[in-house]
């Protein structure tokens, strides 16, 4: 192998080395998983993260977590989420956010920030809500309390008149208000407080429930959420592995020199044009005066590969020829008569009009799929 092959094999190669590690970074990012989701499956609940590729369809849901949403409800969002929770669903919301505003004012709370920050929240009600495993303290680190003049609500931790978090009953559902940003982060559940809460919360779940995750952004079936297409194709393992896929193919094709298309045969990787045949037979004959030499060759070589293809006598004459052809299959009889007798000119002929004619004879020749008009038999 010669050195430029050589070089261009161990760049194709570098090429697609390169490829793959950026597609294994890729997916490596991409595997990342929140924690709260990790643990909704760790319970064996059928959870799911809510994204463009995968809005909420909350008919198939029995539990809804809206966690540090940084974008906020739209109108028909809320109204689904609302509906939701009237038909039994349950809806746990967390963050201080104020994209969260438009959907605690729809049941009647607000979320105000708090002179003190309030690091952690103690228990409220003197007995717990979940006497088997009671939780005294959690961890909330938020600079917001909800508070309720709407509505009455059942408050579960907070600071005195602050909530951190509160919950109440609505229609056949029931609601979990938290104004704890990071509660169900990896972060906050480090902390065993927020860990026994999330478990315990857990419990009043149906068996094998279908919980939505979305942390973040919420994006739901019809509601103008991002292009499912693109987010499918640059946000998941399995659509950057098409797109790096595609990227490897294109560059091979490209490196190898390829084209779209039919590739040529083996035997024609050195295909000389007709043009190029009487350009060189001209240029080395042109002080002999052999055109017209030119032109038998050209003449006697088509007769031949005409005669060859449809199998008739190639001494015929002119016309009788073409009409043996027009037997075998429909052609313009006249116009090949024409050529085949301008091509027996006895008269000396241009090199202008000598390549015209092999222009010619190789555009007809293409068509009726025979061989090159140019080409001398041995």
Same mark, same amino acid.
């Given at each position: 192998?010669?050195?430029?092959?050589?070089?261009?094999?161990?760049?194709?190669?570098?090429?697609?080395?390169?490829?793959?590690?950026?597609?294994?970074?890729?997916?490596?990012?991409?595997?990342?998983?929140?924690?709260?989701?990790?643990?909704?499956?760790?319970?064996?609940?059928?959870?799911?993260?809510?994204?463009?590729?995968?809005?909420?369809?909350?008919?198939?849901?029995?539990?809804?977590?809206?966690?540090?949403?940084?974008?906020?409800?739209?109108?028909?969002?809320?109204?689904?989420?609302?509906?939701?929770?009237?038909?039994?669903?349950?809806?746990?919301?967390?963050?201080?956010?104020?994209?969260?505003?438009?959907?605690?004012?729809?049941?009647?709370?607000?979320?105000?920030?708090?002179?003190?920050?309030?690091?952690?929240?103690?228990?409220?009600?003197?007995?717990?809500?979940?006497?088997?495993?009671?939780?005294?303290?959690?961890?909330?680190?938020?600079?917001?309390?909800?508070?309720?003049?709407?509505?009455?609500?059942?408050?579960?931790?907070?600071?005195?008149?602050?909530?951190?978090?509160?919950?109440?009953?609505? #229609?056949? =559902?029931? +609601?979990?208000?938290?104004?704890?940003?990071?509660? &169900?982060?990896?972060?906050?559940? @480090?902390?065993? %407080?927020?860990?026994?809460?999330?478990?315990?919360?857990?419990?009043?779940?149906?068996?094998?429930?279908?919980?939505?995750?979305?942390?973040?952004?919420?994006?739901?079936?019809?509601?103008?959420?991002?292009?499912?297409?693109?987010?499918?194709?640059?946000?998941?393992?399995? #659509?950057? =592995?098409? +797109?790096?896929?595609?990227?490897?193919?294109?560059? &091979?094709?490209?490196?190898?020199? @390829?084209?779209? %298309?039919?590739?040529?045969?083996?035997?024609?990787?050195?295909?000389?044009?007709?043009?190029?045949?009487?350009?060189?037979?001209?240029?080395?004959?042109?002080?002999?005066?052999?055109?017209?030499?030119?032109?038998?060759?050209?003449?006697?070589?088509?007769?031949?590969?005409?005669?060859?293809?449809?199998?008739?006598?190639?001494?015929?004459?002119?016309?009788?020829?073409?009409?043996?052809?027009?037997?075998?299959?429909?052609?313009?009889?006249?116009?090949?008569?024409?050529?085949?007798?301008?091509?027996?000119?006895?008269?000396?002929?241009?090199?202008?009009?000598?390549?015209?004619?092999?222009?010619?004879?190789?555009?007809?020749?293409?068509?009726?799929?025979?061989?090159?008009?140019?080409?001398?038999?041995?």
């Amino acid at each position: 192998m010669n050195s430029p092959m050589r070089h261009a094999k161990y760049y194709t190669l570098g090429v697609v080395l390169a490829v793959l590690t950026f597609f294994q970074y890729s997916c490596d990012s991409l595997a990342y998983e929140s924690a709260l989701y990790r643990v909704m499956r760790k319970l064996k609940f059928r959870a799911t993260e809510i994204a463009a590729s995968q809005p909420a369809r909350l008919d198939r849901l029995d539990v809804l977590i809206l966690t540090e949403l940084r974008q906020e409800l739209d109108k028909q969002e809320i109204e689904q989420i609302l509906q939701f929770v009237e038909e039994g669903g349950t809806l746990i919301v967390a963050g201080d956010h104020e994209s969260l505003q438009s959907l605690s004012l729809e049941y009647g709370l607000e979320i105000r920030k708090v002179s003190n920050s309030l690091e952690t929240s103690h228990r409220i009600p003197i007995e717990p809500i979940f006497p088997n495993r009671p939780v005294n303290e959690i961890y909330s680190s938020t600079d917001y309390a909800i508070h309720s003049s709407q509505r009455d609500v059942a408050p579960l931790y907070g600071q005195g008149e602050d909530y951190s978090i509160v919950t109440f009953g609505e #229609g056949e =559902g029931r +609601v979990f208000f938290s104004s704890c940003p990071d509660i &169900f982060s990896r972060r906050g559940l @480090r902390h065993n %407080g927020n860990a026994t809460f999330l478990y315990n919360l857990a419990t009043t779940f149906p068996r094998r429930a279908r919980v939505g995750v979305a942390e973040d952004y919420y994006y739901a079936v019809g509601s103008g959420a991002a292009n499912p297409l693109m987010h499918l194709l640059f946000n998941t393992a399995g #659509g950057l =592995g098409v +797109v790096y896929i595609g990227v490897i193919v294109f560059l &091979f094709l490209i490196l190898r020199g @390829r084209r779209f %298309g039919t590739p040529l045969a083996v035997d024609e990787t050195h295909r000389r044009v007709s043009s190029e045949y009487v350009h060189a037979m001209t240029a080395l004959y042109q002080k002999g005066d052999t055109r017209r030499a030119i032109l038998k060759q050209i003449r006697d070589t088509f007769r031949s590969n005409l005669a060859a293809r449809w199998n008739i006598n190639p001494n015929l004459e002119t016309v009788s020829f073409a009409e043996e052809i027009a037997r075998r299959k429909p052609i313009d009889t006249e116009k090949l008569v024409k050529l085949l007798t301008e091509m027996e000119t006895r008269a000396d002929i241009s090199e202008a009009r000598l390549l015209s004619i092999a222009k010619r004879v190789e555009a007809y020749c293409e068509r009726a799929k025979i061989g090159r008009p140019g080409s001398i038999r041995r």
